[in-house]
């Protein structure tokens, strides 16, 4: 395509470009100097960011002498939206130094920019410049604040901000919602709610997005059929976010037809709603319908994205299906998907699940880059299969990749000591994870180290850890321990160890049954009585354990 001068603005003005067009257009704006005019080279600057080419808009922006606020911004956003926010962050205090001082939306990009790459120093830095700059009080900075504080589990500073501005507008309401359902406050995010429509603020629907995605589990069930209802009664029921989010909480509070019913409700179910149904069914470990909504999806020809792809992966994965999982590995190959390093980790995982351990290494050596969730399905993986040497070789091999292991790492790596009793080798692997990586247990790395412990016979030890944790520690770290009590008979301190979980979980079964099935070793047969007559007094019960051959 050749340009004459007087399409250019017509071409210009266009959202997008092709890599060719902007070079042809970039090479008519040099050859007229109209490159210096910052008008044009923003232009520029945005089509190259589109095609991916940050180098040509970084080399126009540093040869055009005058730079506007919104060439700026653009260069800034570029490279944030290229995931390089330590570039984006560079240029903006290269922007601060400079005449051309930062907006609201220079700031909301850098903030964006500084939540994504998890940088608490950054934005608390980037907060004081707004407030530097006069626009601490502005909605627009203010939602951004909000949104990135509560991003960063950093929900008193968020609460700061949002109640430090007089003027809110919807905006700003929706962010601090999102943030306390990210956060996992419900409650707070539903009196927020209900304070918004006492003061006469109109919800939309990225408010009704936001105020269901705070109900997580199925303990919130009513209180979501209550949002549900609102949205049935204010017309935001056919809204195709909210529909999908009614979906997802559905399937989050397992109750999977009543997240079925919305999704048959709607007229042109979209990709978003049919991911949050295919979800719902894996979380209900129904994993035969989550298989067919899939193939449907395929049939019907809509494009399938990285994060359904793993999702069903891993519904393959959890049910052993290795056929499943071969057919969705097919649709990754056809797609292009396996340079997607979330989709080609959950591979890895999917076939070490299903004992498939020579394919699942295979998807690993053809990863072309390979991070740190990767490594972590592979250690995973390989520690599944009793491969313990081969786990801490691949650890090794990751650090000297240079990649920093994080608290899944080292689950992976506990996981992999429980399973072969390296008692000593989980010992150091829990002292490097708190001490050289600074990385803070979870429950789930406390879980473990117990039953390495307890497993040995170093059932003291154990306690001794659980006891040294703050109050109230979770059932899971005391049953665990409880666990490896029945294993070696150890009743006095199974008693002690009940008790603690009697009193954090009355209504769960298993912990009775396992007492009295230590009690019963001892033929302390009363004991037995009593604990059999306080399940069927408390109308508590064991859920029954469950096994499956694939045929």
């Known amino acids: 395509m050749v340009f004459k001068f007087h399409s250019l603005l017509s071409e210009i003005s266009k959202h997008h470009q092709t890599i060719l067009n902007t070079k042809q257009l970039h090479a008519l704006i040099a050859k007229t100097h109209l490159s210096a005019d910052p008008f044009f080279a923003t232009k520029i600057v945005r089509f190259y960011a589109v095609n991916d080419d940050l180098c040509s808009a970084r080399n126009l922006f540093d040869e055009t002498p005058q730079r506007s606020i919104f060439l700026w911004n653009s ?102 919602i999102s943030g306390c359902g990210h956060s996992g406050l419900w ?47 204010s017309g935001f029921a056919s809204n195709p976010h909210v529909s999908s989010s009614l979906v997802s ?165 506990l996981s992999v000591c429980c399973h072969r009793g390296l008692v000593d080798d989980g010992r150091e692997i829990f002292r490097r994870m708190k001490y050289e990586f600074s990385i803070q247990a979870r429950t789930e790395h406390y879980v473990y180290m117990v039953k390495l412990l307890g497993m040995a016979a170093e059932l003291d030890e154990a306690y001794n850890l659980v006891s040294s944790l703050p109050k109230p520690v979770n059932s899971g770290i005391w049953g665990a321990l409880l666990s490896c009590c029945d294993m070696h008979g150890d009743f006095e301190l199974a008693e002690i160890v009940a008790q603690q979980l009697f009193e954090n979980q009355p209504e769960k079964g298993a912990y009775r049954v396992s007492l009295s099935n230590i009690y019963a070793g001892k033929g302390r047969w009363d004991d037995v009585q009593k604990l059999r007559d306080d399940i069927t007094e408390l109308q508590v019960r064991k859920v029954p354990g469950v096994s499956w051959i694939g045929i």
């Open 249 to 413: 909480m559905y399937s989050r509070c397992k109750s999977i037809d009543s997240a079925n019913a919305v999704f048959n409700s709607l007229l042109q179910p979209d990709l978003v709603s049919s991911s949050a149904l295919i979800t719902g069914y894996s979380q209900s470990a129904d994993y035969k319908k989550a298989m067919f909504f899939f193939r449907k999806l395929t049939m019907e020809g809509k494009k399938i994205d990285s994060i359904l792809v793993s999702g069903i992966l891993a519904s393959a994965a959890q049910s052993a299906n290795v056929w499943a999982g071969s057919e969705i590995h097919g649709y990754v190959l056809r797609h292009g998907l396996e340079f997607n390093v979330m989709v080609s980790s959950t591979l890895i995982d999917m076939y070490f699940k299903c004992g498939f351990m020579s394919l699942g290494i295979r998807v690993f050596e053809s990863m072309p880059e390979r991070n740190v969730i990767s490594y972590n399905s592979l250690i995973s993986g390989l520690g599944l299969n009793g491969l313990a040497s081969e786990a801490f070789k691949l650890f090794h091999e990751m650090l000297e990749k240079g990649l920093t292991p994080d608290d899944s790492t080292f689950s992976a790596l």
């Open 187 to 233: 409650y707070e995010g539903l009196q927020l709610f209900h304070w918004m429509r006492q003061i006469g603020k109109q919800p939309d629907g990225y408010t009704l997005v936001g105020l269901i995605s705070v109900l997580v589990d199925s303990s919130m069930l009513r209180v979501g059929q209550a949002a549900h209802a609102f949205c049935l009664k």
């Open 75 to 176: 260069i800034i956003r570029a490279y944030a939206q290229a995931h390089k926010f330590n570039d984006a962050l560079s240029l903006f205090r290269r922007m601060l130094r400079s005449e051309t001082k930062p907006d609201k939306f220079t700031y909301a990009c850098v903030i964006r920019s500084c939540y994504e790459n998890f940088d608490v120093e950054a934005i608390r830095l980037v907060h004081g410049e707004v407030i530097v700059s006069g626009l601490g009080l502005d909605s627009f900075c203010g939602s951004a604040l909000v949104t990135g504080y509560s991003k960063l589990c950093l929900v008193g500073e968020a609460s700061k901000v949002f109640y430090g501005i007089p003027e809110k507008d919807l905006v700003l309401w929706n962010s601090f």
